[in-house]
């Protein structure tokens, strides 16, 4: 008899691949209903219930293609992502990469962008959330200490660089959105930080010099180092202003020396 893990592991490969569903058939009880129709069961339960999980997430991306091409591009993505955990809400991060490659994709070029817009407000939303730092907290560090400063932003800030106007696109498929619908693609580049603030999602638009500042000290680089970064992109990037504005808007939860 198969040890639990294996009957396990049959089982979830049963449910996405019908050739291992073949396999696993002959373990599973009749009891008057055919193996592979039982299989099927928990089958159609499986795709439509994580089906349900992606359009949660990926409800302007749904809008944009449409339900039918939608359900399907979320039926393969399914069938060759599974879940890696119990947890739903972490299920689903690799489908802008998965939509980039899904047929008749490529005559929407800014449809990857969008659904990685929808992931990071998703994954934002649920993230932890720590203190703000308190800018008088800094006080007490030397001004020639603060080059060597490492800050820690918080556990839901999100960056993304897209060179598609991404949040006009995601604004106006709102169901509340009233105005004009009318999207330029031509607007250029959105570059965004995605930060819960208490109970609300937060959409910060950023500069050039300002984006590759906070994404070099999300990779651990000191203030001096990720200063010469934003600075070698854009030269009038002012790091006193750039700390002072998400002092305010609580990007940051700590700082190390």
Do not use: K
């Amino acid at each position: 008899m198969p040890a639990l893990r294996e009957l396990q592991i049959g089982f979830a490969a049963a449910l996405t691949n019908r050739e291992a569903a073949r396999r696993f058939a002959p373990g599973v009880r009749a009891q008057g209903v055919a193996a592979e129709r039982r299989l099927q069961v928990y089958r159609n339960n499986h795709f439509v219930g994580l089906t349900e999980v992606l359009a949660a997430v990926y409800p302007v991306t749904r809008r944009l293609v449409g339900e039918a091409y939608f359900d399907q591009a979320a039926r393969a993505y399914i069938a060759n992502y599974p879940s890696p955990s119990g947890d739903v809400h972490r299920y689903g991060g690799h489908f802008a990469t998965h939509l980039g490659r899904c047929p008749g994709g490529e005559t929407l070029g800014y449809l990857p962008d969008v659904a990685r817009l929808e992931w990071s407000y998703h994954r934002t939303f649920h993230a932890d959330q720590h203190p703000a730092l308190d800018a008088e907290t800094l006080r007490s560090v030397q001004p020639q200490d603060y080059p060597r400063l490492r800050m820690m932003l918080q556990p839901s800030a999100r960056l993304l660089d897209s060179g598609y106007p991404v949040l006009r696109i995601w604004q106006v498929n709102q169901p509340e959105w009233t105005g004009d619908a009318t999207v330029n693609l031509a607007e250029g580049r959105a570059r965004l930080l995605i930060l819960r603030q208490v109970v609300e999602v937060a959409f910060v638009p950023l500069g050039a010099g300002e984006h590759l500042w906070l994404q070099g000290l999300a990779h651990g680089l000191t203030l001096l180092e990720a200063q010469q970064r934003a600075t070698a992109r854009e030269p009038d990037f002012d790091l006193a202003t750039a700390l002072q504005r998400h002092l305010s808007l609580g990007t940051f939860s700590g700082w190390q020396a």
